[in-house]
C-alpha cells in the first residue's frame, strides 16, 4: 500500500475529531436551544447556521463578537460553557494533527514510498547496495564510472546522514531499513528486472548467507556478491547458486603464493586492478623460512599455501591457539609478536621474510620496527587496517603493503562493472610464470606501458558492420579488428585478450572466427580505441580493413551500373 | 463484550435511524420533518464516519465510502436548507430537494448497517 502515510494520519486523528464533533454539535444545539432577544426586546432563537457559525469562530478564537444581536446572560453562561469545551477540543485536534506529522512511524512510511518511487523510476540497471561503509562508498563510485546506477540501505539513520554529505556523480536512492526483511529488499526493487546484483559485505557473515538465500527466492536473477571468510557459511552461500562468496583472506593468500612462483601474474592482475602499470619489476618472494604474526582465517590460508611451497612457517599469535603437533615442533609460539625476544626465539635473524597481520595497525608498525632492527634484510608484508587519507605504512619503508578492505574494493567493483576484465583475471591467475612473463613482455613491446582495457560486443549496436557480416554468413576473423585503417596491412597496438561466448573461452585469440554475441576484451592504447570501434561498427571501413579496397555505396553502384 | 463494538455499532445503526425519523413524512409538508433532527443526523453520520476511519480491510473501506456518502448527502441538505431560509425563498420545490437528500443519505446509511450486520454474521467471535 502506497498511501500508508495517509492512513497513519487518519487513525491518529480518530479520537480528536470524535472530540471536536461532539464538543461543536454539543455547543451548537445549547446556542439553538437557549432563547435570546434582539434589539427590540422579542424574544427569539438562533438558528443553526448562526449557532454553527458563531462557533467556529468562538472555538477557533478568532472571537468576530456576538452576532446576530448581542446575548443575554443565559446565552453567555452557555457560552463560557462553550468556550472551554470547544477551544480545547480545537487545541487538542491541532496538536495531534502535529504530532502525527512528525510522528516517526509516519515519516518512515513517508521516506519510504518516496524511496519506492525513486528506485522503480531507475532505467539502467542497478545494484543494491547493504551498508553505508568506507568500502561500499568506494564500490558506488567506481560503479558510477561506468554508469551503473546504486540503491544504499543501512539500518542506521545516522550514517545515512553521513551518506547525504558524500559527493556522488550520480543520485543514489537511499533508505533506513533492516536489510534481512524481504520487504525492504522489495521495496530497493530486487523484483525488479533491472536489478543486476546484490552487495552484502556485513561483518556478521550470517547476515551474508541469509541475504543470498533470501535473494535466492525472491529474485534468481540477481546475482549476490558476499562476503565470507567462514568456510561453512561459503559453502553454504555457494550453495545457493546465485551468490559468489568473496574472501579477502583468501585473495591475499592466494596472491603471496602466486608472488612465491609467477610474480608476472601478479604485475598483470595489478594492471588489470590499474593499481600500477607493467613497467614494474616483476619480484619473486625469497625462498625460505617466514614469521606469521596472527593465526586467525588468514594465518591458516597461509599455511596452507607455505606449506604447499614446502617453505617453514612460524605462526606467533597471543590470543588463539594451534594444533599440539605444530607447538610441539615449534611452529607456533603463543606470545604477543610486539616482543624482541618472541621474534628471536621466532627466529627472526635466519627468517627471510615477515608477514604482520595482526588487527592492530600500531601493534603491525611496531612489530615492523623491532623486526627492521633484528633483521635489516628482513621482506616485509604488512596489514593496513584503518583507511586514512594519509598512511604511515606508505611512509614506513615496508616492501607490501595489503589492506583487506581494498581487495574487497576492488574485487567487488571489477566483478560487478567489469565482468570480463574479472573473467579474464580468473583465467590468468592459474597461469604459469613463463606464460605470464610472455604476456607482459608483449604487451609493454606491442602497446606501452599501461595499455587501456576495452570490450566488445558483436551485437547491433556495439558492432553493427561486423554484425551484419556474419548475418550473412560470411567468417570474421578477430585479427581483422587489429588492422591499421590508414593502411590495413600494418597492425595497430592491439593484443586481443580474450573472446567469451555461452560455451567457450578462448585466451589471446589469434586467427579465430568470430560469433554473433561474443564478448571481446582487448588491450590497445587510445588510438586503436577509435579504430576498433570505427571498424566494428563501419560497413566501409570494415571494408577496407578486410581487403585493403575502398568498399563502393551500394546506392552508387546501382545508378552507375 | 467489546466495548468499542458496542459504541461503533450504536453510532452505525443511529445514524440510520435518526436518518430515517427526519425522513419519514409527507415530502411536501416541513411541518413534518423537525430540524432538530436534521442537525442530530448529521452530527451522528459524522460520527458514524470517524468511527470507520482506520480499518484498512476491503469491508472498511466500503464502510467507510456509505457513510462519505451519506454525509455528502446530508450536508448537501442543510446547506439548501440554510440557503432556501436566509434567501427567505419559501419554495416546496427545495424541501421536496431536502427530503430527497436525506432519502439518498438514508439509503447509503441502510446499506451501511447491512454490511456491518453481515461482518457481524460471518465473525465467529
Known amino acids: 500500500m502506497s498511501d500508508n502515510a495517509l492512513w497513519i494520519i487518519l487513525q491518529k486523528l480518530r479520537t480528536p475529531l470524535l472530540v471536536i464533533i461532539v464538543t461543536y454539535s454539543i455547543a451548537i444545539l445549547g446556542m439553538v436551544l437557549i432563547p435570546g432577544m434582539d434589539d427590540n426586546g422579542n424574544v427569539y432563537h438562533l438558528t443553526f447556521f448562526d449557532a454553527f457559525y458563531f462557533v467556529s469562530y468562538m472555538a477557533s478564537t478568532i472571537g468576530f463578537g456576538e452576532a446576530p444581536y448581542t446575548f443575554t446572560y443565559e446565552q453567555r453562561l452557555w457560552v463560557s460553557v462553550c468556550i472551554y469545551i470547544t477551544v480545547v477540543g480545537w487545541f487538542y485536534g491541532i496538536g495531534a494533527l502535529v504530532s502525527a506529522v512528525t510522528d516517526k512511524t509516519l515519516k518512515f512510511e513517508m521516506m519510504r514510498s518516496k524511496f519506492r518511487k525513486r528506485v522503480q523510476s531507475i532505467k539502467d540497471d542497478f545494484v543494491i547496495i547493504l551498508g553505508y561503509t568506507y568500502v561500499n562508498a568506494e564500490i558506488i563510485k567506481k560503479l558510477h564510472a561506468v554508469n551503473m546506477e546504486v540503491v544504499l540501505i543501512d539500518t542506521n539513520e545516522e550514517k545515512i546522514n553521513h551518506f547525504l554529505l558524500e559527493d556522488f556523480s550520480h543520485d543514489v536512492p537511499l533508505m533506513v531499513g533492516n536489510a534481512l526483511l524481504a520487504d525492504t529488499l522489495s521495496d530497493a526493487g530486487i523484483l525488479q528486472s533491472n536489478c543486476k546484483a546484490i552487495v552484502s559485505l556485513f561483518k556478521n557473515e550470517e547476515k551474508n548467507l541469509r541475504i543470498s538465500i533470501l535473494t535466492r527466492f525472491l529474485n534468481p536473477k540477481v546475482k549476490v556478491v558476499a562476503k565470507s571468510t567462514f568456510s561453512d557459511i561459503t559453502k553454504s552461500i555457494i550453495d545457493t547458486d546465485i551468490a559468489k562468496a568473496i574472501n579477502p583472506f583468501e585473495i591475499f593468500a592466494k596472491r603471496v603464493d602466486i608472488a612465491l612462483q609467477s610474480p608476472h601474474v601478479l604485475i598483470l592482475e595489478n594492471w588489470i586492478y590499474e593499481n600500477s602499470d607493467l613497467m614494474n619489476q616483476a619480484m619473486f618472494l625469497p625462498k625460505g623460512k617466514y614469521i606469521v604474526c596472527g593465526y586467525g582465517r588468514f594465518g591458516k590460508l597461509l599455511q596452507e599455501k607455505f606449506e604447499k611451497h614446502n617453505l617453514e612457517a612460524i605462526f606467533i599469535d597471543e590470543k588463539r591457539l594451534a594444533s599440539r603437533e605444530m607447538i610441539e615442533s615449534g611452529r607456533f609460539i603463543r606470545a604477543n609478536p610486539d616482543d624482541k625476544e618472541v621474534l628471536l626465539e621466532a627466529g627472526i635473524e635466519e627468517a627471510v621474510g615477515l608477514i604482520i597481520g595482526t588487527q592492530n595497525d600500531i601493534d603491525n608498525l611496531s612489530i615492523m620496527i623491532t623486526a627492521r632492527k633484528l633483521n635489516p634484510e628482513i621482506y616485509i608484508i604488512a596489514r593496513e587496517n584503518t583507511m586514512q587519507e594519509v598512511s604511515i605504512f606508505q611512509a614506513a619503508n615496508i616492501d607490501w603493503v595489503f589492506m583487506f578492505e581494498k581487495i574487497l574494493i576492488n574485487k567487488v567493483s571489477l566483478s560487478l562493472s567489469k565482468p570480463l576484465k574479472n573473467r579474464f583475471l580468473k583465467l590468468i591467475l592459474n597461469k604459469d610464470e613463463e606464460w605470464a612473463a610472455k604476456l607482459v613482455k608483449l604487451l609493454r613491446n606491442r602497446i606501452g606501458a599501461n595499455p587501456k582495457l576495452m570490450t566488445l560486443k558483436i551485437s547491433e549496436e556495439e558492432s553493427y558492420a561486423i554484425y551484419h557480416e556474419l548475418l550473412e554468413g560470411n567468417e570474421v576473423s578477430i585479427d581483422v579488428l587489429s588492422h591499421s585503417l590508414s593502411d590495413w596491412q600494418k597492425n595497430n597496438a592491439v593484443v586481443p585478450l580474450l573472446i567469451h561466448r555461452k560455451n567457450e573461452e578462448i585466451l589471446l585469440p589469434k586467427n579465430r572466427m568470430l560469433q554473433v554475441d561474443d564478448r571481446i576484451l582487448f588491450a590497445c592504447d587510445e588510438y586503436s580505441k577509435e579504430e576498433i570501434e570505427l571498424i566494428a561498427s563501419n560497413i566501409y571501413e570494415f571494408y577496407y580493413a578486410l581487403c585493403g579496397k575502398e568498399k563502393e555505396s551500394p546506392i552508387l553502384k546501382k545508378i552507375f551500373g | ?125
Open chain 2, 1 to 125: 463484550m467489546n466495548l468499542q463494538k458496542v459504541v461503533s455499532g450504536f453510532f452505525f445503526i443511529l445514524a440510520m435511524t435518526i436518518n430515517f425519523g427526519f425522513f419519514y413524512g409527507d415530502i411536501d409538508n416541513p411541518e413534518l420533518h423537525s430540524v432538530y433532527e436534521l442537525f442530530v443526523a448529521l452530527v451522528v453520520s459524522l460520527i458514524s464516519t470517524v468511527l470507520k476511519i482506520g480499518d484498512k480491510t476491503q469491508l472498511g473501506a466500503v464502510l467507510l465510502a456509505t457513510s462519505l456518502v451519506a454525509d455528502i448527502q446530508l450536508i448537501a441538505a442543510v446547506t439548501v436548507w440554510t440557503i432556501t431560509e436566509y434567501l427567505s425563498i419559501v419554495d416546496i420545490e427545495a424541501f421536496a430537494a431536502i427530503i430527497s437528500l436525506s432519502g439518498g443519505a438514508l439509503l447509503a446509511n441502510i446499506t451501511s448497517v447491512i454490511l456491518y450486520i453481515g461482518e457481524t454474521l460471518k465473525s465467529k467471535r
